[in-house]
Nanobody, 129 residues
Framework: QVQLVESGGGLVQAGGSLRLSCAPS????????AAWFRQAPGKEREFVAA????????DYADSVKGRFTISRDNAKNTMYVQMNDLKPEDTAVYYC??????????????????????WGQGIQVTVSS
């Protein structure tokens, strides 16, 4: 069982930036595909960004393309999403997700929630107008 711990959320004004981090409580993160999802009040959980297990491939929701950047630092055993030019509609609880990958699947990017086996508790991001 992998426990994921998110950090870096908070309150920011529109146009500001935040960086979220996600790290497993134990074991190496290097062979896991990882992603960020978010859920706003009254809405379903939605995909935000994903990175392959290899780290070489990424995918983004259209709503965050050009503003968010997902990355991973295997030396620090951590995955990040840098969020710039934040908008009030980015307000949500953000969740880190991970799935173990093998062989060729290390290069695949997963952008659907049910493709992930492990989830963090979620962290609040609030963007004021």
């Amino acid at each position: 069982q992998v426990q994921l711990v998110e950090s870096g959320g908070g309150l920011v004004q529109a146009g500001g930036s935040l960086r979220l981090s996600c790290a497993p409580s134990e074991r190496s993160f290097s062979n896991y595909a990882a992603a960020w999802f978010r859920q706003a009040p009254g809405k379903e959980r939605e995909f935000v960004a994903a990175v392959s297990g290899s780290g070489g491939n990424t995918d983004y929701a259209d709503s965050v393309k050009g503003r968010f950047t997902i990355s991973r630092d295997n030396a620090k055993n951590t995955m990040y999403v840098q969020m710039n030019d934040l908008k009030p509609e980015d307000t949500a609880v953000y969740y880190c997700a991970a799935a173990l990958t093998y062989g060729i699947t290390r290069f695949k990017v997963r952008n659907v929630a049910n493709q992930y086996d492990y989830w963090g508790q979620g962290i609040q991001v609030t963007v004021s107008s």
